[in-house]
């Protein structure tokens, strides 16, 4: 283990709580997002999310200028929603705030209150504190999901689906955790749901907000499910811990099934908590993920992996890695993780001689520990191509964000196809890399030295 | 046609060609809370332009978000160092926000300057650390003192106006470094050329001019400069401004205190490059400047006419729709465009001023409409009512028009290829021709996604 401190952030590695929430609030059907501050936020946000989704985001800002700044944000406030009504007549608003609004201490609970009674609105406006000096985007992403729950399950009839909470994953991931339930024959609300809105399909004429998203009534209904089963592993106050609380669902926490054992132990619960059988199909696709394991296992042998980006995408990483014999040198993510180190710690493993993990760190911290471990393959959003750059250490681009490569929203890593199709890509880029430089080392290596 | 829209308050923003209106045409003011703006902040308007210096150091006072979104923000190249492209935070966190970041930015400064021994650092303001009150200045003094090097101030708390604010933010930083060294002596066929961020090498290519012209460049603000060159500035006998938004402050500055006077000029297409060319020739009125000048024009606008008149013919007729930063850009957008035989339909700006757009006016067609600070829902409305074909923007804007099944030329900081003189009007041409010709739109523009 390896921690060293330092003031400066020297390449961030994360971003800030806002945008997280924005990827969240997406996953409701209709919805509309208002961030509370200054421009900037909102513009620089919209262009990192649609860089990697490829989409047109839009997103309010109350616009605050030094008058607001100084003299409090209400009346910009006020004007934003109506505005985003009158533009976007969407089901549901969302109101984030940014560092500005909070270090000014805008009660902005108190200002929609007032809203809705004065406007005699109906549609919900959901709040979520989400200082940019308070965490990671990840952090964010999960705040603003508990805070969706908290404001909109209120319903706790009870029906026979089960809730499936996910963290930032990709819109494929989505997609295919949607078709093992179905193919498992389960009843489920997928929560939030931004496979459709974030990767949707082209078609006339244009939408302002595209179709998709968990439905509001859904999520309403989130409190009389048979359980709830929330995929990722960093956080204690989530949606799923509040739906227990509240309602006493029953709350299971996996990992982000990417890994044999991780979609083994997903499927295993879909089937302990529905009794439902795992059907032949899905079988057949884990027989398959394992012949390729096969088929690549030597060639992985030889890979040495810095693996970076939000805890609970990198927690699983990291275990496949482990089932294939590819030794996990560097862990590193920009957000603060106990549980992650934690759970890499108590793995039992032969591999695991050199781990070394680190949190709250940038980019120049990963290079330098990851040139001492002369690592030769790196796996993480787009950012890592700063390794690559600088240490000519190869990249294999997943999680978010991934802004220099088309289809960085859409890569499938999640289940046994997702692992197969993300297995490929590592152990083909190991490959890539060998061949590119074989003859030439073995030249150097024996021919010259004789 | 109507310029009604959801928004009562933006019909200001917005005017018609050719039709009077009697509300007066507003723009450069805060934008509508709500709107949907496609503007950024005073910070990213002073870091995009002073990224592109390459041996400085740039570290933002803040919460990580701001530097992580502006982390190798523009596609500048470099002749020297690239220290430049990495992005320094403070990293500001709740409990700096509670008692103060002061201390903490005077150690990132320790840690920079310990690793890397820069002779420039610049030091970003935020909104955050605006809000709080930290004295930055009075840091930057300290360990200017401290290391015996420049750091750098740049006032650009985010809500203190827009991107144009932050322009200013980057001039006044600008001057103040350049006012620290000894006023030189002026060389009699020198230039400084500003506005110009070396996007896809295109200072170089303009530089490459200016050199075939007889003139020597001293310092290009700001693309590939460095801590050396910023100190040739003042050496300079014209400054020529490419990009008149950001540039045009500095270059007033440099007039009222080192007497050195300034002239706007453009080198977006094959019009305006030569004309450009022509007026700083003509300012140094120098037969031998003039005769290569025109040697120069004559010979490559007889290399990129031919490929760009190849492109017009599957071009002429097609109309297009304008989303830019400035006003200047969006003036000679207008005349690449109908150099490609393509009319302008709609033009917006994110940040233009009051006589950019009188000038706008004055030579688009009839009908043509023009809006400031554009959201995207005016966007679509204007494109889809004036049939718009192309849409030349920033990334924000691309997805959007792809969304809507219409063509898009990327105007935007990070794009990967020059559009700068007569190179950059062949790439302009080859980039129109691509995206608005392509196969692509066949299966779309007939309206529906169906298999059968």
Known sequence: MYETYKSVNENPCNMCMPLGGIIAFRGIEKSMVLLHGSQGCATYMRRHIAEHYHEPIDVASSSLNEKGTVYGGEKNLIKALDNVIRVYNPNCIGILTTCLAETIGEDIDRIKSEYKTSRNISIPIITAPTPGYGGTHSEGFVKTSYRIVEELSTDKERHDRINVIVPNISTADLREIKRLLELMKIPYILFPDYSDTLDSPFNFPYKKIPDGGTKISDIMSMGGSIATIEIGINYEETPGKYLQDRFDVPLYKVPIPIGLRNTDAFLKLLKEITGNPIPKSIEMERGRLIDGMIDSHKYNFVGRCTIFGDPEMVYSVFTTCMENGIHPLLIATGSKTQKLKELIASEDNPLNDDITIVDETDFSHILKLSEEKEVNIAIGPSDGKYLTEKGGIPLVRLGFPILDRVGGQRILSVGYTGTLNLLDRITNTLLENKYKTYRKDMYEKYYKVI | ?452
């Open chain 2, 1 to 452: 046609m109507e310029l009604r829209l959801d928004i009562p308050e933006r019909e200001k923003f917005i005017k018609m060609k050719g039709k009077h209106h009697k509300k007066e045409f507003i723009c450069n003011t805060d934008s509508v809370a709500g709107s949907v703006s496609q503007r950024a902040c005073v910070y990213s308007g002073a870091r995009v332009v002073l990224n592109p210096i390459e041996d400085a150091v740039h570290l933002v006072h803040g919460p990580i978000g701001c530097a992580s979104y502006t982390w190798d923000i523009r596609g500048s190249l470099s002749s020297g160092s690239e220290l430049f492209r990495n992005s320094f935070s403070s990293d500001l966190k709740e409990s700096d926000v509670i008692f103060g970041g002061e201390e903490k930015l005077s150690k990132c400064i320790d840690e920079i300057y310990e690793k890397y021994k820069p002779k420039l650092i610049f030091v970003y303001s935020t909104c955050i650390a605006g809000v709080i009150g930290d004295d930055i200045k009075a840091v930057c003094k300290e360990s200017s003192k401290k290391y015996n090097i420049y750091v750098v101030p740049v006032e650009s708390s985010g809500f203190v106006g827009n991107k144009a604010a932050g322009y200013k933010a980057a001039c006044n930083s600008l001057l103040d470094l350049i006012k620290e060294f000894p006023v030189l002596k002026k060389e009699p066929l020198s230039i400084n050329y500003m506005g110009d961020f070396n996007l896809a090498g295109e200072a170089w290519i303009i530089k490459g001019y200016l050199n075939q012209m007889g003139l020597k460049v001293n310092t290009i603000f700001t693309g590939d400069s460095n801590f050396e060159s910023l100190k040739k500035a003042t050496a300079s006998s014209l400054n020529i401004v490419q990009c008149a938004g950001s540039m045009t402050y500095l270059a007033k500055k440099f007039e009222e205190t080192f007497d050195i006077p300034y002239m706007k000029v453009s080198f977006l297409g094959i019009e305006d490059t030569s004309n450009s060319l022509r007026k700083i020739a003509a300012f140094f009125n120098d037969k031998d400047v003039m005769l290569k000048t025109e040697k120069l024009i004559e010979e490559k606008t007889k290399m990129a006419k031919p490929i760009i008149e190849k492109y017009k013919r599957y071009l002429k007729g097609k109309k297009a729709a304008i989303f830019v930063g400035g006003g200047f850009k969006a003036i000679s957008l207008i005349k690449q465009f109908r150099e490609l035989g393509i009319d302008v339909v709609v033009i917006g700006t994110q940040n233009g001023q009051k006589d950019e757009y009188e000038k706008i006016e004055e030579i688009a067609d009839y009908g043509t409409v023009i809006l400031d600070d554009a959201n995207p829902s005016e966007l679509e409305k204007f494109m889809v009512e004036k049939g718009a074909d192309i849409l030349a923007g920033g990334v924000k804007e691309r997805f959007l028009s792809y969304k809507m099944g219409i063509a898009f030329i990327d105007h935007n900081h990070d794009r990967k290829h020059p559009l700068s003189g007569y190179e950059g009007a062949i790439n302009f041409a080859e980039e129109v021709y691509t995206t608005a010709c392509s196969p692509v739109w066949k299966y779309v523009k007939d309206g529906v996604n169906k298999c059968v």
